[in-house]
Every structure is written in C-alpha cells, then in structure tokens.
C-alpha cells in the first residue's frame, strides 16, 4: 500500500491477488449491485488496483454479455491483472465457495424440508422472495427503460415479452430472439429508440492514482490476436466436448445427467439482464418439461440463492442437486453423492461460457464500444427482460398467495399472511433500500413466528 493517493501502488502479487478473489467469494452478498459496489469499494477505492474509468469500462461491457455480471467482472479484472490464469482463479472463487454452501443447504433442505420449523422458516423465506423479484422488475426497469414518450418501443418490446412468457407461454429463447432482432431493425431505422442510456456511464470522484489506470496501456495479452483467440476457443470446445462426451458414453443422450448439462449450456448463452431473466426459462425446462423439481421447490431454491454469496444464478446448483436426488442419478444408496455430481455439473456446464466471452472475446467485445448496431439488439434484449421478469413475479406471487391445494381464486382461499409479509417486504426494500439480507433473515422469522402461532 502507499501512503499518497498521488503515488501509484506497488505491483499486486498472483498470491496476493488470489486471497483476494478469494475472500471476495466469501462476502459477495447483496445480488449483481451488491457484488459491483463490493468490488469497487475495494479494487478501486480502497486498494486502488484499477482505475475508475477502467473499472466502469470494464462493467458496462460484461452488462451486455449473458451470463452474471459480477462474476465477469470479477474475471474480467483478474484477467487483465494476470492473464488467463489470474481471470479463472478470479471467476472460479467468486462461484465455489458459494456452490459448497448451497451443497450443504440443498441437502439440510431435501433432508429436513418437512420439519416445522424448517417449513416455517421457508414459509415466511417465499413472500420476501416475490418482493425481491418485484424489486428487480423496478431495477432493471428504471435503468433500460427511459421517457415512453422519448423511446416507445423499448416499453412495448417489454410488455410483449410479458405476454409472451406469462400469458402465451411462448419459450425464453424466442423471446429473446425477437427482442434481438427488434434492437437491430431500430439500429438502423430508429437509432434513437436504443441509444445508450450510460446507467454505468459517469465516473465517480478520483480516488487517486491507480496500478492499471486511466492511461495505462492495454497489456500485451489483453489485445486480440487470431491465434489466441483460436487456442482460447479450441481449449473451451474441449472443456465442454470431453465431460459430455463422457456423460453420454456412460449415461446416453437421455440420462438425466447429460439432459442437464445440456439445458444449462443452453440457459447459460441466455442469461441477459441477469439470473431472474433466465429463471422462466429454467423454470420451464426443470419444472415443466423434466420434473428435476416443483415450482415450490424452485421458490425455496431461489430463497437459498439470496441468502449465499456469489451470484444468484447460483440457484441452478440447487436445480442440479435436487434433480439429482430425486431422479437417483448414482441409484437409491448414493443420494447425496448423485446429488453432488448433478449440482458440480450444472454448475461447470453454466459458468463455462461465462469465462469463455471474457477470456476470448474482452479484446473482440472492447472493439465495439460505442457501436449502435452492436448495442441496440443487446439494449432490446434488456427491455424484454423486464417484461420476462415481471412474469416471474406474477408467477411467484400466484404461488405464495394462493393457499397450498386451492383449486381457485377465491377471497377464502387467499394467505394474506403470506400477501401482507409480501408487500412489507416490498415496501421495505423500494422504499426504505433495506438490503435482501435483513428482509429475508425478518421474513423467515416472521413466518416461523407465524407457523408457531397457528396464523399460517
């Protein structure tokens, strides 16, 4: 460290670097916004490693990639710090500490689930869930959606992709495949509707000179070159050609194992605007279409996925573990050790293509900075994502707020326990900025006071 915010701090040691990423794996609570401000607060304020501007830079182009933002900044920046292998030690601790303990929650779950306490604690854990959701529908929204009256198009792109998910059950991926398609048609015959909006757009005050700063020349390794690029695609083709090559041979193409890996490589190269755009998606493939899990069940693993740190997509862990042990992937005497695998699986199939778009495509993806025609569809992409998770909320509020078993929609069968701790939860979070953490430790105990008292 040095004592002048004019002097530029010492070079950062791999070793040094790594204690870092992995104590950041330990702490990154608080969802994709919670994750950025951890990071800033300490890489560019307090140890100053990089720069302001650089880390924005570096932001706004994992904003417009699928995949957790967070967790591609953080490899990002490792990547730029120490190569290839200082990007992987990076993005790989901001995902295994937190996939170790959704392990561990996922098993005390499908083990002691039933238990009335552990149900009240997840009954009270829903409602606060929704609000979350709700939450993230104001989020994005306020950010990728501006004046109607200025961009129309970007609120109507949401509000079809609302009924499209919610209403039509149209598939995510077409969705997004439209919403595509819309953002390049406007790029060329209506620019302005998609123009950037620069929510990442203003540097904060200078907190004083950085070791990769705002002049600081672009490494040597982080410049495109063809035969990198290539070496970096052939070695990911094999990281993922090889384990499902074996799942095949071993299981065949419709063993549960393989279907896993093979829907969540889909769902990983789908994840714009975050993990609560791709949830419908899973929820369609994992609930509906292969029964890995029920609906309440995805609830209570989204619940799990705000309490752990790394980012919230981490919830296709539970997905796999669960999945893994109702189907009985290893047989009825290897339960936990089936459950494992599937949740290790899912979790390297989904975070693959992550750490390929930054590790192969930084250099490509900085290139196009600024490019309209680059950055429309991906802005359109975003303003469906509203509209996707807005249908998740109503989904999850369907759930909470209808009583287990109800046929319909009637006053009777409303839970206003579980409607009231939603909207106290919600007001809690748009009104008071309470963070998800406290909302959710208040939630669940409220819902085991609740349960105790014979009021739910």
């Keep these: 460290m040095t004592s002048s915010p004019n002097d530029k701090p010492a070079d950062v040691s791999f070793q040094e670097a790594l204690r870092f ?3 950041l794996g330990f702490i990154s ?26 880390f924005l ?10 995949g957790p933002e967070a967790q591609q900044l953080a490899t990002y920046i490792g990547w730029l710090m120490h190569r290839t292998w ?46 979350i959701v709700l939450q993230a529908v104001y989020r994005i929204g306020s950010k990728s959606l501006r004046n109607p009256a200025v961009a129309p198009i970007p609120w109507a792109v949401a509000a079809i992709s609302f009924i499209a998910i919610a209403l039509l059950g149209v598939p995510f991926p077409w969705v997004v495949l439209a919403a595509a398609l819309t953002g390049a048609l406007c790029a060329k015959f209506a620019p302005g509707q998609f123009a950037a909006g620069g929510a990442h757009a203003a540097a904060g005050r200078a907190h004083g000179r950085a070791l990769i700063d705002d002049d600081t020349p672009t490494p040597e390794h982080a410049r ?47 994840t714009f605007g975050g993990a609560y755009a791709v949830l419908p998606y ?15 069940q995805m609830i209570d693993g989204l619940a799990l996925g705000e309490t752990t740190p790394g980012p919230l997509i981490m919830v296709v862990a539970f997905v796999g573990f ?5 189907k009985q992937v290893l047989g009825p005497d290897s339960l936990f050790l089936g459950a494992a695998l599937a949740a290790s699986l899912v979790t390297w199939f989904t975070f693959l293509p992550s750490f390929i778009f930054i590790l192969a495509g930084g250099p490509v993806v900085e290139s196009t900075h600024g490019k309209l025609h680059f950055t429309a569809p991906l802005a359109a ?10 249908s998740l909320a109503l989904f999850f509020i369907a759930h909470i707020a209808v009583k287990a078993g109800a046929a319909a929609v009637f006053p009777a069968n409303v839970d206003w326990a579980a409607v009231v701790l939603m909207l106290l939860a919600a007001v809690a979070l748009l009104r008071y900025k309470v963070g998800v953490i406290p909302v959710i430790a208040a939630s669940a105990l409220a819902g085991l006071l609740l349960r105790w008292g014979g009021l739910a």
């Design 381 to 390: 992409i975003t303003a469906a994502v509203v509209g996707v998770i807005a």
């Design 21 to 23: 990423w992995l104590k």
């Design 282 to 296: 899973v929820y369609q493939g994992a609930v509906e279409q292969f029964g890995w899990l029920t609906g309440p």
């Design 322 to 326: 669960v999945g893994g042990w109702t």
């Design 86 to 131: 200082g990007g992987v030690v990076a993005g790989a601790l901001f995902v295994l500490p937190s996939l170790f303990i959704l392990m561990a929650l996922s098993w005390i779950y499908v083990v002691f689930g039933d238990v009335p306490m552990v149900a009240g604690i997840f009954y009270g854990i829903k409602p606060a869930v929704a609000a």
């Design 29 to 54: 609570f608080g969802g994709p916004a919670g994750q950025i401000a951890i990071m800033h607060r300490e890489l560019v304020e307090q140890k100053r490693w990089i720069s302001e501007k650089r």
């Design 57 to 66: 830079h570096a932001l706004n182009y994992c904003m417009l990639l699928p």
């Design 224 to 270: 495109f070159k063809k035969s990198r690029f290539a070496v970096v695609l052939a070695s990911a083709a094999l990281l993922w050609l090889l384990p499902m090559a074996a799942l095949v041979a071993w299981q065949g193409w419709s063993g549960a194992l393989t279907q896993m890996s093979w829907f969540f490589t889909k769902a990983a190269l789908l």
